[in-house]
């Protein structure tokens, strides 16, 4: 109990303290930045007209127009009832029915309103919940310090990373500092202030840390940067008349998607080979060094394997239309937008290869010649 306490505190005086930093920000807005828009929930309370239906070429989809009746539920203007035409189209899938809930934007007190996206905030908050209680259930002390150390990392990327690149600090260096904090922080709430919290601390820093050098050497001598990703245009746009750089934000992503699985397996070396020396005080380094790398063979096999899926996963759409279109490899191999998703899967599982032997000579160098048992 008192160590949740101590977490939730820490946690709220680390908010405070981003907060203050964050407020202090100032920054050049981008130029199409929608100045005076209000946004709302609403919820449909009848459907006034309405000719959606199915499309000729995909009866899968819906399309038409509608006019709905909604009544307002957030904000100065909840009560309020208002219409608004509602255009159901093949890219906006936004059909509603009474109950549905939207949220509205206005420029103008809601005499006149657009539908800007279907009401999803209690759906991730339920999912949320239910993950957070899941974690809790089942890791108890140690599943409240799972979720302490993921909202810490989380606040480190938005409001942390985030101004500093504002501020004009190197995206791969503020990408560092970032996976440095998060990773000593998640360490040191799982296992206190221990040689095994440092040495996976120090591990997960330096194999991520090597994820980057080998992105920026990639980026230079390949030409796989932030310039040759979709985003570029919109990146360069509202960056304008700041101290932002956006050259390296790519090998800082690739940074960052790296740590969570650095530091997993990196904690997963260094736990089990503790937990070797403390069963077995006189258990050699020859045997942990062999022990280690045996148990990161295994958790190489899955690791890799989950982190390019992943990066598969998430460029599904990608594969689909590359696929239908019957590239040729020629082209398909030096596609910009291929390239990138596929040095992000590759770097990143490079860094968790490399976790493994660094994990387990490190840690074999710290406890491998004590003889007694090893306290966490």
């Not at 809930?101 to 005499?111: A, E, H, P, W």
């Not at 990392?153 to 791969?172: D, E, K, Q, R, S």
């Not at 982190?307 to 759409?317: D, H, K, V, Y």
Request: glycine share 8%.
């Amino acid at each position: 109990m008192k160590k949740a306490v101590f977490h939730i505190l820490f946690i709220l005086l680390y908010v405070a303290v981003l907060w203050g930093y964050n407020s202090s920000q100032d920054f050049t807005r981008p130029g199409d930045y929608p100045e005076g828009i209000e946004y709302a929930r609403a919820t449909v309370v009848e459907v006034v007209e309405s000719d959606v239906g199915a499309d000729p070429d995909y009866d899968y989809i819906r399309i038409g127009k509608q006019v709905l009746r909604m009544e307002i539920t957030s904000g100065k203007y909840q009560g309020k009832t208002v219409e608004v035409r509602n255009f159901v189209t093949r890219t906006t899938q936004l059909e509603g029915r009474v109950g549905t809930r939207y949220i509205l934007g206005s420029y103008d007190g809601y005499f006149t309103a657009n539908v800007m996206s279907y009401e999803r905030s209690g759906l991730v908050l339920t999912l949320a919940a239910a993950f957070i209680a899941l974690v809790i259930l089942y890791g108890r002390q140690k599943g409240v310090a799972a979720v302490a150390a993921l909202i810490v990392t989380l606040l480190n990327v938005v409001f942390l990373f985030m101004p500093m690149l504002i501020n004009g600090v190197p995206a791969i260096a503020a990408a560092i500092l970032v996976v440095l904090l998060s990773t000593l922080y998640t360490m040191v709430v799982l296992n206190g202030l221990s040689p095994k919290s440092i040495i996976a601390t120090v591990c997960c820093t330096l194999c991520t840390a090597f994820a980057g050098v080998l992105a920026w050497a990639v980026g230079r001598f390949g030409g796989v940067t932030t310039m040759n990703t979709p985003e570029v245009e919109n990146l360069l746009f509202i960056t304008e008349n700041t101290k932002f750089r956006i050259d390296n934000l790519l090998t800082a992503g690739i940074l960052i998607a790296s740590m969570g699985a650095v530091m997993d397996t990196c904690m997963s070396i260094v736990s089990a080979l503790f937990e070797l020396k403390g069963q077995n005080a006189a258990i050699t380094s020859k045997q942990l060094l062999h022990s280690g790398m045996n148990i990161g063979r295994d958790i190489m096999g899955t690791m890799t394997n989950t982190l390019i899926l992943a990066f598969a996963g998430s460029s599904i759409n990608l594969v689909v239309i590359y696929y239908m279109y019957c590239m040729p490899a020629i082209s398909l191999l030096n596609s910009d937008v291929l390239v990138v998703e596929m040095v992000k899967g590759l770097i990143s599982s490079m860094a968790v290869v490399m976790s493994i032997p660094f994990a387990t000579f490190m840690t074999t160098a710290v406890i491998g010649g004590k003889r007694a048992s090893i306290s966490e």
